[in-house]
């Protein structure tokens, strides 16, 4: 299409493809594992293209029901990750689940299981371009008991995103900060990073990294939450606005670490050290763990070095290093608290060699429950490597 007349035809922008998202899965949570790899039906070298999906599964739709609205919320969340490689955006269907929309919204609120109705059959929608689609009503989601409903944080772009253990006990959870740059969602189309391997045949006989037959499950009873960062203007790169953990004063270009504004790093501790009271709250400590990927690795070690509460069950940094105006407790050792550092050493945002590994010196210093792995041939970035690691964790 992209050749000769078709190319011609679609080259002006005007006409626009429309896939259609249909799911083929039949349980609840292979339907989620689906919408996240969407969109490897998608490539740069199809002409301007949006996705279409909707929340109703018509083959699994009263064993979705049964899951209630946080199923559906993950399942949105995973559909629009699966449509990051579209040149238009993603149009969503919520007319034909019951209280998707007012969920979504925000707009009404059940009592008692019946929901105060705000209107009917009310026009809205949610899609990627802010363009106009969707029909819906407000009517109570299923499985939401006499419980309000719940408010989604999606599509706000700002909020946290969830991977949920669906029908089990929920037992443990993994609070995971993004890079520089990134956002939340952008897991959720690589879910298999917080999932167990389960592969066939012997074990031993694979190489190291080879998971080219491997299966992923869900571990049973763990929640991932994946916050997003501010979106917010960096000082380095001439006030541009960019999603960060805290703003860079300096860009050494990986040859030194950068300087960076410590107001917004403490905003951001005290904004993960809410979430994790929350979390500790609901599954109790030890079964909370922390952890992030390059600037968020920096900021969950930070995080972790300054929260005050009572020791968790343990903490993941990749392709990250120190903080410099992180104090390291001293007391780490004490604390029971497992740490474990993933870097690469072909890494040239953050070399290794160079400076980075001395960063770690104060938490070497402790004695404490400390693994650090780094790995010839692993760039920065490198989202295999990344994957691996935290599975390992």
Known sequence: LLEEEHGLLLSDGHVVLEAQRRPTAESPQALLDEASKGGEDFDWYLPPCCAHFRLATADATEECSKLGSRWYEELAVRSEAGCNETSHGWFVHLEDVPGALTACLGMSLSTNGCSKRL????????????????????????????????????????????????GAQHTSSLIYLHGFTCDGTSYMN??????????????ADKEDGDDEDATY??????????????????????????????DYLTDHDGKAEDELDNTTLEEIARRVHTLIDEEVARVGARNVFLGGASQGCCAALHVAATYRGPALGGVIGTQGHLLSCTKWPEDWALRRTPL???????????????????????IRDTQCDLKIHTEEGVEHGDDEAEGRWVRRF
Do not use: Q
Not at 191 to 196: N, P, W
């Open 119 to 166: 209107g009917s059959d009310v026009g809205g929608s949610f899609n990627g371009n802010s363009n106009n689609m969707v029909n819906g009503s407000f009517r109570s989601i299923p499985g939401g008991g006499g419980d309000a409903i719940p408010r989604w944080s999606w599509p706000n772009p700002d909020g946290d995103r969830v991977m949920w253990p669906h």
């Open 217 to 246: 499950a869900p571990h049973a009873g763990l929640k991932v939450v994946l916050p997003t960062a501010p979106n917010r203007a960096i000082s380095c790169f001439d006030g541009e606005k960019l999603r960060a953990w805290y």
């Open 340 to 362: 474990r550092l993933f870097n690469g050493l072909a890494d040239e945002t953050m070399p290794w060699g160079d400076w980075v590994s001395s960063t770690f010196d104060p």
């Open 190 to 203: 690589c879910h298999e990073y917080f999932y167990r391997e389960e592969k066939e045949g012997d074990v």
